[in-house]
């Protein structure tokens, strides 16, 4: 089975999220299954690695004639083309994106239709459009529902040369994962529960009632996370490191991390790592964190966005400086001390497709407190591997922190650093997938 990944970012070139990390893992996993994986591409300026230049490939966009250079490399068994459409595309996500997404994908399609393949894996709307035009049966995932690639339909027929076809509009304008939605053999997202979760009008962005009609080839299979690089026995960004049977050293963790940040050393540590964004659901927290604090715990919290977000709990560390510690930055290093040196993980999200921080977190011996939905209600088992609480409200995560407290926090440790996060079987999943699409 040969299978082509077409997407806008992927390890070890190009990361803006957390696709990048499912690209640069699944195609390894892969190919222990089996599947060989070649992981399509733009070239964007950003990256900068040695790329082997491969030749050209002419393709027909906004009704013209145009050719992209094709560049290669080869990774740890994956074959990567980047196609480049736009030589001053910086970065992904730069605009105008409808426009470089569509030369993207027109120039994928036509060069696909000369390569040897059995099946085309397109992630996001970015490459949406190329399920429509490809040569072989395709596979599209959704990662990001609230992305879906919407533009005029004159605009559209400006940038394609063509007129959209019917079940390209959706309310009066083209939606490209709508498009892909419809063309393609088989429809994925990347948790179960998700994948019934947007069927629905609370959680579907809009798209609930194409995402109906099409249930028949849509499922959900969960992320793996890269278990070796996430592992607290040989991970080298922790003073201490630690199995299920050393636990007493994750404690020394702990008393290292509430020493740094200068927090109530007799006290338990709820800590996050996250984007502060509206879907994180951390505005709830804030506001019940005294009342949070009031059961006994330090709060420590490493995350950016929302700038009201990021001023409120910075004037809570203000406000309780030896209980509550705040920093608005992107960090590594931090946020492997805070997964391996925390008692309990907080993930209060609204809505959270998959979720890779709070199966880090079971990893690391650190059962999440989340909220009951999507990929983190597949992972996280009620009172067993963490908590999970249903509300999205301060009065809900309120119980989730207070439950926790009452639960033998080792016996919960352990039993998430028993579970299996790796990719193995979910990549066989993808595999038995592809056979049937193929079928
Ligand atoms: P999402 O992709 O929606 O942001 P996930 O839970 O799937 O959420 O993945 C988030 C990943 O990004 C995790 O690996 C988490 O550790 C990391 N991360 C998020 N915020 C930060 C931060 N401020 N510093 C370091 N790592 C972060």
């Known amino acids: 089975m040969r299978v082509v990944h077409v997407a806008a970012e992927a390890l070890p070139f190009v990361k803006v999220g ?45 009704g013209e004639a145009r050719r992209a250079r094709v560049w290669g490399a080869a ?9 480049e459409v736009d030589p001053d595309w910086s970065a992904p996500y730069e605009p105008p994106e409808d426009a470089r997404y569509l030369a993207f994908t027109q120039a994928a399609a036509t060069w696909l239709a000369e390569q ?55 309310e009066g304008r083209v939606n490209l994962m ?49 278990t070796e690089y ?14 299920a049977d050393h636990l007493e050293r994750k404690r020394r963790n702990r008393m290292t991390l509430l020493a740094t940040l200068r927090l109530d050393p007799g006290l338990p540590a709820v800590g996050a ?62 946020a492997h001390r805070i997964y391996g040196g925390a008692d309990y993980f907080l993930m209060p999200s609204r809505y ?22 999507g990929g983190l209600a597949d992972t996280v088992e009620d009172g067993v591997t963490g908590v999970l609480f249903e509300e999205a409200s301060g009065e809900g995560v309120l119980a989730g922190v207070r439950r926790i407290l009452d639960l033998d926090a080792e016996a919960l440790a352990r039993a998430g650093m028993a579970r299996d996060f790796s990719w193995g079987r979910r990549a066989q999943a993808y595999r038995e997938l592809y056979e049937e699409a193929v079928s």
């Open 18 to 62: 957390g696709l990048a990390d499912v690209l640069g893992s699944l195609p390894r996993a892969l190919a222990a299954t089996g599947v060989r994986s070649t992981v399509l591409l733009p070239r964007y300026r950003e990256i900068a690695d040695p790329l082997e230049p491969l030749g050209e490939v002419a393709y027909r966009c906004c």
């Open 75 to 83: 990774l740890g068994g994956v074959a990567y083309r980047f196609l």
């Open 116 to 170: 040897d393949h059995d099946l085309v894996h397109a992630h996001d709307w970015h490459a949406a459009y190329v399920v429509r035009r490809a040569p072989r049966p395709a596979v599209f995932t959704i990662h990001n529902l609230a992305f879906q690639g919407e533009l005029e339909p004159d605009r559209f027929e400006r940038l394609t040369g063509e007129a959209p076809e019917a079940d390209l509009l959706h």
């Open 178 to 226: 709508k498009g892909a939605l419809l063309a393609a053999d088989r429809v994925t997202t990347v948790s179960p529960r998700y994948a019934r979760e947007i069927q629905t009008p609370e959680f579907g962005m809009g798209l609930d009632a194409v995402l109906r009609s099409i249930r028949g080839k849509l499922t959900g299979i969960l992320n793996g996370l890269d």
């Open 230 to 243: 996430w592992n607290p026995a040989t991970d080298g960004f922790l003073p201490q490191k630690y199995d």
């Open 273 to 334: 790592v996250t984007r502060l964004t509206w879907q994180k659901g951390f505005d709830l927290v804030l506001e019940v964190l005294p009342r949070i604090l009031d059961l006994g715990v330090n709060f420590v919290l490493l995350g950016t966005g929302e700038a009201e977000l990021e001023r409120g709990f910075a004037e809570a560390a203000r406000r309780y400086p030896r209980r509550v510690a705040f920093h608005a930055a992107f960090d590594e290093a931090r």
């Open 352 to 373: 959270e497709p998959c979720g890779l921080a709070q199966m880090i977190a079971m990893r690391y011996g650190t059962p999440p407190i989340a909220r009951a939905t």
